[in-house]
């Protein structure tokens, strides 16, 4: 089961993700990033830290939202990508395409500085 | 803990009146990357049509994840073979459509994505198979090795549980083999994928395998590490992974009869 948080304050939003992001589930994170970038949300934080499970379908979904939050040249960071989520980062070589942030505070620093 | 992922047991399996495999017995676990050893003809390609379901046995059954899939019709089975890949030897890709539509298929026939989610998905497993910007091209513009890893990554389009690979290195030069070598062990890793793998490549045996699994003559001879089997006195086990030719023995009588039609 899986469960999307969005918490918008300003020109941020951290999106909270828990559980298995998968073929079935993915399009649930794929609709509240969709959501952001419509309005098109400067700053959009992903915190994977209860991400149990990602599968392909998932990193594309990240891979869409980079793409339409550059589009109008926002960021998207991530944070706490790890174990299984971080391997299948580095094996489709996106560990090198996202900015990753170890913790939240860390990646809202991050936009503020670039902001 | 090991899950079993798939449980094989007292597998029998005719082609007319010919016992092609005897008394099979076999399990893999989750995670695990078995390989199936065995000279041409020995049943390896049979063994794996059967745990893939395409082929019935006589005799025993096959579990998935549980599921006895030798008792299941074709709309029961559907559920657990959309968790399986399977890299055929041919490649069996569909000659009418770009690699790129190949790859995308299993996503367009099995789940509800987007076409822009299934647009990246597709070109993320063209890039680790090592055939980005080929997304366009025909299977009939392909290389034989080129087309081998399009297969391939149509198998791992829906990321499976469990991926079966009939002989993935065959006819790949020693780059692109090891290559797929390397994918196979990272896909284990990011993936927990369980893999099962009929080759003849003794490197990919020597790289990849957690065990072996022995087959001869419709039989399993022998089962375990890499280890364990070249430490097994068996002279068959030791002609394997020795690479010795069979001895040239020749009964006069009969080879002449043979040359001479007799």
């Known amino acids: 089961m899986l469960k999307v948080d969005v918490n918008k304050q300003d020109d941020i939003a951290i999106i909270t993700v828990e559980g298995d992001i998968d073929l079935y589930s993915s399009p649930q994170v794929r609709k509240e990033i969709i959501k952001l970038t419509n309005d098109e949300t400067k700053g959009i934080i992903v915190n994977l830290a209860g991400v149990t499970y990602m599968d392909s379908s998932g990193v594309a979904t990240l891979v869409e939202g980079l793409q339409l939050v550059n589009d109008y040249k926002g960021k998207l960071f991530m944070c706490h990508v790890q174990g299984v989520v971080h391997d299948v980062f580095e094996l489709s070589r996106l560990d090198k395409v996202f900015s990753i942030f170890p913790k939240e505070a860390d990646a809202v620093k991050a936009y503020h500085e670039a902001n | ?262």
């Open chain 2, 1 to 262: 803990m090991n899950s079993i992922m798939i449980e094989i047991k007292d597998l029998v399996t005719y082609y007319g009146t010919r016992k092609i495999l005897d008394g099979i017995n076999l399990t893999v676990n989750r995670g695990e990357t078995l390989i199936i050893l065995g000279r041409s003809g020995c049943g390896k390609s049979t063994l794996l049509r059967h745990i893939i379901g395409l082929s019935k046995p006589s005799e025993g059954h096959i579990l998935i994840k549980g599921h006895d899939i030798t008792r299941m019709d074709e709309d029961e089975r559907l559920p657990i073979v959309k968790k399986i890949g399977m890299l055929f030897q041919s490649g069996a890709l569909f000659n009418s459509m770009t690699v790129g539509e190949n790859v995308a298929l299993p996503l367009r026939e099995h789940t509800q994505l987007e076409q822009s989610t299934i647009g990246i998905m597709t070109r993320m497993k063209l890039d680790q198979v090592g055939l980005a910007g080929f997304e366009n091209f025909m299977p009939a513009q392909l290389s034989g090795g080129m087309k081998k890893r399009a297969a391939l990554a149509r198998a791992i389009a829906m990321d499976p549980d469990i991926l079966f690979c009939d002989e993935p290195s065959a006819g790949l030069d020693p780059i692109v083999a090891v290559g797929i070598d390397h994918l196979i062990l990272k896909l284990k890793k990011a993936f927990k994928m369980t893999i099962v793998i009929v080759t003849h490549e003794m490197a990919s045996v020597f790289m990849i395998a957690d065990r072996v699994a022995l087959l001869d003559k419709g039989r399993i001879l022998a089962l375990g590490t890499v280890q364990e089997l070249q430490a097994m006195d068996n002279p068959k086990i030791q002609q394997f992974f020795n690479r010795e030719p069979d001895p040239e023995e020749v009964d006069r009588n009969e080879y002449l009869s043979s040359l001479v039609g007799g």
